[in-house]
């Protein structure tokens, strides 16, 4: 385990966590007993190749998805134990950057920003209209407020998805591949506006991908799944020491990295 | 535990099979129960959207105007021909009038409106529905804290309530108005002996069937297609992506049309 964990409290823990899909006799778990802890103030990237239960570990965290067995702590409360009120506070504490960015199609950029302000906040409609300008300024927005997604290009959408994210001031904030799709220098534009937000804001990120090495620069902590295993890092030169044979066959299948070439 | 068997004989596996299929239906019914209940239960949710609501008359309701006009129209015709063939055998051409309304009022006018609004607006609103399912925007909402039946599914519902008894009004005026051209303008039964049938035969009981069968095949509808929509990616056989929503989308209109046809004869045999 990283020993970020044992000098920043968790924001997140996975206790012995599993969870597996599909219909009776053909079964397949993606999660097995899985424990990790997600410092908080800190970045966490979880990493793996596709299928190996990335986005499962988000929509666990979020109680979009209950574990088989296990229990998922968000700031100490089981998410998976918890009835509809109590998960809709727990959420009252994200922000998530969904892979698609997930923008409301019918809405326009402005609508899309303003909608938890809208919704969850008393904010008069001016109040709303000033604070969704500063954030359409911040992420270079600003003039495409009254355009629909379908308008939008892909890093634009994403844009728009961390704004929207971001306008209750989240403790969390969840990111589900946030490069897929984007050029390099858009990778590199959202990089650098997630490190911008995150020094500014000080939230704890959870950054799932599988753009790497580059994501692991933003990391505090790297988590790697592969094969139902998963290991926890500090650094991403430690990769290639893991316990785990089949995080080490990751690191050298798809990082080219094997033990001894640090 | 009991263990799996190996090797189960083709019997076996066709019980399993049924089984399976039977817990499946259970769990899919099930989870529709519930899709009401939270749909009924954001009714009463604040803040409400009434300008969602507004919107959603004006396309349940207002945008299905012209079709409920020209389906009601040739329907009323139809009846009018039908009816002056039938009554003309027996002389009775003067019950026309009784005849086209009731048949309107208690069957045709709320059967036909629940049809077509589920053919136009249930398509749409299932498909709507799911695609903000399979393009996580319904999972953007919960994270967000946003209760999504409150904010997606509750004004449609009431959108149809509201819209789809009015549209058999609607449905009902303008049928008869055909009636009265064919049976009347057409082939010249007398006008006053068209309305003062009418008059005579329809009852406050009669006009009260119409509307109760209006009411339940409107949350029939709405209930099934946005339901449909909504669990898009649980419907066993449907396939992912827009394939999966092609198909609930038809899945969902032939669904809540057999509903409306087995709940028309259940009410009917319940009130009348």
Redesign the interface.
């Known amino acids: 385990m990283s020993g970020t964990d044992q000098v920043v409290p968790a924001a997140i823990r996975f206790v012995e966590v599993s969870k597996s899909f599909g219909e009776?006799?053909r079964r397949h778990r993606v999660l097995d007993q899985v424990s990790f802890s997600v410092p908080k103030g800190k970045t966490t990237v979880i990493a793996g190749g596709s299928g190996q239960g990335k986005s499962v570990i988000l929509?666990l965290i979020?109680g979009?998805l209950r574990p088989d067995s296990g229990q998922v702590l968000v700031e100490g409360r089981d998410v998976a134990a918890m009835g509809y009120r109590a998960l809709?506070?727990v959420?009252?504490l994200?922000g998530?950057l969904?892979?698609?960015a997930?923008?409301?199609?019918s809405l326009t950029v402005f609508e899309n920003i303003a909608?938890?302000l809208r919704?969850?906040t008393k904010f008069s409609a001016e109040e709303i209209r000033q604070r969704v300008g500063v954030t359409l300024e911040q992420l270079e927005l600003a003039g495409h407020e009254e355009k629909y997604p379908a308008q939008l290009s892909g890093g634009m959408k994403k844009r728009v998805g961390l704004a929207r994210a971001l306008q209750?001031d989240p403790a969390i904030v969840l990111f589900d591949e946030p490069t897929t799709g984007l050029d390099p220098v858009m990778t590199k534009e959202i990089y650098h506006l997630f490190t911008q937000t995150q020094r500014r804001l000080g939230y704890t990120a959870v950054i799932v991908s599988h753009d790497i090495p580059q994501v692991f620069t933003l990391a505090d902590q790297i988590i790697l799944l592969n094969k139902g295993e998963l290991d926890v890092f500090t650094e991403a030169s430690r990769i290639p020491y893991s316990t785990k044979p089949n995080i080490r066959d990751f690191a050298r299948q798809v990082m080219g990295l094997e033990a001894g070439e640090e | 535990m009991s263990q799996?068997h190996p090797h189960p004989s083709v019997a076996l596996r066709f019980v399993g099979g049924l089984g399976?299929q039977a817990l499946y239906i259970l769990t899919d019914l099930g989870r529709m129960g519930i899709f009401l209940y939270f749909s009924l239960l954001g009714l009463c949710k604040y803040p409400f959207r009434f300008k969602e609501l507004v919107k959603q008359v004006g396309f349940i309701g207002v945008g299905s105007i012209p079709v409920i006009f020209f389906t009601a129209l040739s329907s009323g015709m139809v009846l009018g021909l039908q009816g002056y063939y039938s009554l003309h055998k027996f002389g009775a051409e003067g019950m026309l009038g009784s005849a086209v309304s009731l048949t309107l009022i208690m069957e045709l006018g709320p059967v036909l409106t629940a049809l077509m609004v589920a053919g136009r607006a249930g398509s749409a609103m299932c498909a709507e529905i799911g695609?903000?399912r399979i393009?996580?925007?319904i999972?953007?909402l919960?994270?967000?804290?946003?209760?999504p039946f409150r904010?997606l599914i509750s004004p449609k519902v009431l959108a149809a309530l509201i819209s789809v008894p009015l549209l058999t009004a609607i449905f009902d005026v303008v049928g008869i108005f055909g009636g009265y051209l064919a049976g009347v303008k057409l082939m010249g039964v007398n006008g006053g002996a068209f309305f003062a049938g009418m008059e005579q035969s329809v009852t406050n009981h009669d006009l009260r069937l119409g509307v109760v069968k209006s009411f339940v095949f409107a949350l029939l509808l709405v209930w099934i297609c946005t339901g449909r929509g909504y669990f898009v990616q649980k419907i066993r056989g449907a396939g992912f992506g827009a394939e999966s929503v092609s198909k609930v989308t038809t899945q969902a209109v032939v669904m809540s049309s057999i509903a409306v046809l087995v709940f028309d004869y259940l009410i009917t045999a319940v009130l009348l």
């Open positions: 009776r006799g929509k979020l979009l809709q506070e959420r009252m994200f998530v969904f892979q698609g997930a923008l409301f199609d909608l938890p919704e969850r209750l | 799996e399976d695609i903000m393009s996580e925007q999972d953007a919960e994270c967000m804290a946003i209760d904010y």
